[in-house]
T-cell receptor
Framework: AQSVSQHNHHVILSEAASLELGCNYSYGGTVNLFWYVQYPGQHLQLLLKYFSGDPLVKGIKGFEAEFIKSKFSFNLRKPSVQWSDTAEYFCAVNRNSGAGSYQLTFGKGTKLSVIP | KAGVTQTPRYLIKTRGQQVTLSCSPISGHRSVSWYQQTPGQGLQFLFEYFSETQRNKGNFPGRFSGRQFSNSRSEMNVSTLELGDSALYLC??????????????FGPGTRLTVL
C-alpha cells in the first residue's frame, strides 16, 4: 500500500523566513501529487498539483513544489512566509491507474505557525 | 460555482446509534469521495463513488457504507456508532476525466461526536 510521509509535525517561522516542507511517498508507479492547505476554521483547499511535465509547479499565494522522481519527493517551498500562511499543510498522492479512480493518500500534515 | 456542501455540519450521537451524512458535489462533478479526519490517524480514505457505483473502498469496517444518487449527491452511513468514530468527515468531488488525473475539491466537513 502506498504511504506518504511528512517530515515535520510542527514548524515555527518568523515572517519573511523561507519555508520548505518535506514530503516523500512510497509508490513506484505513476502518481499525481498534491499539496492541500487547511487554514484555521476553514476547509481543505488545493495549493498546487503535479500530474506530469515540468517537475517544478507553482501554486497559489507564492507557493511552489518540486517533484523529484528519483527521491520519491514532492517538497513544498515558499521564499518568504507571511503571518497569513499559518495553517496546516497536507501532502497527498493519488495513484494514477488510468481508470479515473480517486483515492488520495494523505500525509499526517505539518502545522506551520508564522510569528509576526 | 457553488462548492461542495455537506450537511449537517455538526452532529452529536450516542454509542450504538446510526448516522447518515450528506454531500452535494460541485455542479458537473461526477465522482464523490469520503474521508475521515482524526487527530491521531489524520485523513483516511473511506470510499469513492462514480455514476452511483462504488469504485474504491478504504480499510474501514462494514459499519461504514455509502451510496450515490443519479444527481451525483452522496450519503454515507455509519451504523452501530463507536466512540472512535468521532471525527470530521470530509466529502470531496471531482469532475473526472478519462485519464484519472483530475483534482478533488473538499467540502467543509461534518463534525461527528459520539458520546
Amino acid at each position: 500500500a502506498q504511504s506518504v510521509s511528512q517530515h515535520n509535525h510542527h514548524v515555527i517561522l518568523s515572517e519573511a523566513a523561507s519555508l520548505e516542507l518535506g514530503c516523500n511517498y512510497s509508490y513506484g508507479g505513476t502518481v499525481n501529487l498534491f499539496w492541500y492547505v487547511q487554514y484555521p476554521g476553514q476547509h481543505l483547499q488545493l495549493l498546487l498539483k503535479y500530474f506530469s511535465g515540468d517537475p517544478l509547479v507553482k501554486g497559489i499565494k507564492g507557493f511552489e513544489a518540486e517533484f523529484i522522481k528519483s527521491k520519491f519527493s514532492f517538497n513544498l517551498r515558499k521564499p518568504s512566509v507571511q503571518w497569513s500562511d499559518t495553517a496546516e499543510y497536507f501532502c497527498a498522492v493519488n495513484r494514477n491507474s488510468g481508470a479515473g479512480s480517486y483515492q488520495l493518500t494523505f500525509g499526517k500534515g505539518t502545522k506551520l505557525s508564522v510569528i509576526p | 460555482k457553488a462548492g461542495v456542501t455537506q450537511t449537517p455540519r455538526y452532529l452529536i450521537k450516542t454509542r450504538g446509534q446510526q448516522v447518515t451524512l450528506s454531500c452535494s458535489p460541485i455542479s458537473g462533478h461526477r465522482s464523490v469521495s469520503w474521508y475521515q479526519q482524526t487527530p491521531g490517524q489524520g485523513l483516511q480514505f473511506l470510499f469513492e463513488y462514480f455514476s452511483e457505483t462504488q469504485r474504491n473502498k478504504g480499510n474501514f469496517p462494514g459499519r461504514f457504507s455509502g451510496r450515490q444518487f443519479s444527481n451525483s449527491r452522496s450519503e454515507m452511513n455509519v451504523s452501530t456508532l463507536e466512540l472512535g468514530d468521532s471525527a470530521l468527515y470530509l466529502c470531496a468531488s471531482s469532475p473526472v476525466d478519462s485519464l484519472g488525473t483530475d483534482t478533488q475539491y473538499f467540502g467543509p466537513g461534518t463534525r461527528l461526536t459520539v458520546l
